[in-house]
Nanobody
Framework: QVQLVESGGGLVQAGGSLRLSCAAS????????MGWFRQAPGKEREFVVAKSWSGRSTYYADSVKGRVTISRDNAKNTVYLQMNSLKPEDTAVYYC?????????????????WGQGTQVTVSS
């Protein structure tokens, strides 16, 4: 079992930045691939970015490429999502997720554990 807790969400103006954190506890964090997803009201959960357990591979959604960075600190059991140049369409609940699989990291079904989410609101 892995427990995930996100933090760092809030209200920000368009063009601003936010850094989300996801603290993990439970089984060995460093062996899990980690991802971030988001879900806006009335929409399906959408992939944002993922990083492999080794850190060697990173996957980005086209909608955020160049504006977000994912990083992980295995010593702190934490993964981060740095978001820059935020747009109103980035408004959503952001979730971090952990995966023991080596496939499907760009889909919700590829993940074993989820956090409760943190709200990000970008005003225009």
């Amino acid at each position: 079992q892995v427990q995930l807790v996100e933090s760092g969400g809030g209200l920000v103006q368009a063009g601003g930045s936010l850094r989300l954190s996801c603290a993990a506890s439970g089984q060995t964090f460093s062996s899990y691939n980690m991802g971030w997803f988001r879900q806006a009201p009335g929409k399906e959960r959408e992939f944002v970015v993922a990083k492999s357990w080794s850190g060697r591979s990173t996957y980005y959604a086209d909608s955020v490429k160049g504006r977000v960075t994912i990083s992980r600190d295995n010593a702190k059991n934490t993964v981060y999502l740095q978001m820059n140049s935020l747009k109103p369409e980035d408004t959503a609940v952001y979730y971090c997720a952990a995966s023991s699989k080596d496939y499907g990291l760009m889909t919700p079904g590829g993940y074993d554990y989820w956090g409760q989410g943190t709200q990000v609101t970008v005003s225009s």
